[in-house]
């Protein structure tokens, strides 16, 4: 008897009826994301021209009756499917391009795992030699739980519907329409045509940018009532803003807001094959700071549009993946003015993670977040590292140097907007009030009158006014503020001035330079404590979009970098007894010094 009860048994490894609703949940991050997977599916057989119809109908809720939408298709002109194929197409992993390394495709599961998670129906027409001659098969989420259907249905022939012909734009000879239907607010993202379309468009033209720039895919996205569809098309939204987009503002809608700063192709080896791996930077013009004027360039219309678009874009054959912000600074809004793209092979997908719903790289994201130093064993080098990994089947160690090379880009593009954002904070007007310039300057003559140093009297040369020059351009200051500057030297109404700029290496904080009877106190940008303490606040940070915890924080860090300097001179002391004497007496004198410039008392009586 128990015999007979086992054998008769569904005995699946997983049956149906769970493994639908396991499906359903698979991980979409919204509604649009889902629709990308359709369009995909579109460039893969060819499609020219696709059209997304998303119908709303009236339902009566508890109280009142709102919009709702109701059906969602997606209608393609591509190469269309025989009956063979489009049973296949309705399989879980299945598909006809399963494993094919050779396009946008490959997993054999978009076109059923992406309806499902948001559609309770799924119906395919699919037609090679007219949509009157059109092939049809369905997937039903409530017939598979109920046990009910087991099998995708045999595609029967079936004439596109005329309901979906009316709304058409065009039918091709060859093509394909799906239709969802049974959609419930608990599984869409948005519940009305126009948000969905919206935000499914903005996702689209920066997903699909590549096909949608070269003019080879146009996509056209309608939405309403029977009777009012309204109707746009998909625009490109391309994250490096190297691509002129018609949606932004003047000038940005007839010129790219970013400028192309290098490529750098990096070289991966797998299995003894090599394969490139091409990263592209972009940066800020400096005309989004001019544009803005005395306003944050952050709060401008340009600005909101670049926060929406904050990390590395992630291509794989073309098409995006991911924007990943794993690789961005938190908190920090000048991530939002550097581009950086990443484009792999097909081939690469396992060493860099992509998942089924090519929604994620999970690999590379995970390597944002790690130091070649966190993987190390006690005394590994990073080639040892690189090779251990390797050995060992971790992909990490194939993408290691490529993590590297782009931390280290995006650093130096951080620096350059750093440089633009000074330009504006020391661009304008002088304001004496609190300028630290203007103070030391007062403290500097103060201290002559007692101390004069040598040549503090003497006319500036050309050579030390040129060499004034080029640094304040490197400091980021404008033409306008480095003419006054100048100016100011050359009557001796400025003896000291600030310069941030980037010296040989990291290890030095600070020199001195003497430019005639001009002293220049350059800070190093490349020096740990630079970003810690000078750069606390930057001109691009949007001040009231921090809390006063983010604020204090920044502050904090600032003080606790400055215990930390003085730490390191002490422990300089510590390490030299001989010249222990020496230092005490630097150390008094600098703390003398320090002490007239920060207190403003008489110096004459002091010693």
Known sequence: MATDTITTEDASFIPADLAIQAMRDSGYKNTAYALAELIDNSVQAEAKSIEIICIEEQVQLADRKRKRLTKIAVLDDGLGMD????????????????NDRSGIGRFGMGLPNASISQAGRLDVWSWQNGPDNALHSFLDVQEIRDRLRRDVPMPEPSAVPVEWRDRALSLGHSGTLVVWTKLTPDRLTWKGAKATLKNTGWLLGRIHRRFVGDGSLSIRLAGGEDGY????????NDPMYLIAAPTMPAPFNKEPMFKDVFSVPVTVEVNDKTYQVHTRYSVAKDITLDLAGTVNR?????????????????MREGRELMLDRSWTIQYDPRDRWWGCEVEFPAALDEI????????????FNELSGLD?????????????????????????????????TIKNNLSQLRSTIKIQAKGTRKGGKRHT?????????????????TNPIPDGDAKPSTDDLNELSDDLTEDGRNAEATSEIVARVVSGDLKVVFIDK????????????????????????????FDMIFDTVSADD??????????QDRLLKAGQAVQLLFAAWARMEREDPPNQARYERVRESWGKLARDFLDPVDISGLD
């Open 542 to 551: 949007d001040l009231d979009t921090l809390s006063s915890t983010e604020l």
């Open 83 to 98: 009956a063979v194929v489009l049973r296949k197409a309705l399989q879980f992993g299945n598909g006809t391009r399963l």
């Open 352 to 363: 860099f993670g992509v998942t089924n719903n090519k929604q994620a790289a999970t690999v």
């Open 502 to 529: 980037a010296l040989g290496g990291s290890s030095e904080l600070f020199t001195v330079v003497a430019r005639g009877p001009l002293t220049e106190v350059v800070f190093n940008r490349r020096h740990p404590a």
């Open 433 to 449: 009030d609190g300028d630290p310039t203007e103070e030391a300057n007062k403290r500097w003559k103060q201290r002559d009158e």
């Open 298 to 314: 952050g709060d401008t219309a340009y600005g909101k549009d670049a926060a929406n678009n904050i990390g590395v874009s992630v």
């Open 372 to 404: 070649w130093k966190d993987l190390a064993e006690p005394g590994e080098t990073m080639p040892e590292v690189v090779a251990r990994l390797k050995d060992e089947g971790d992909p990490k160690g194939v993408l290691l140097y490529l993590s590297e």
């Open 229 to 236: 569809l309204e109707s746009d098309a998909v625009t490109i």
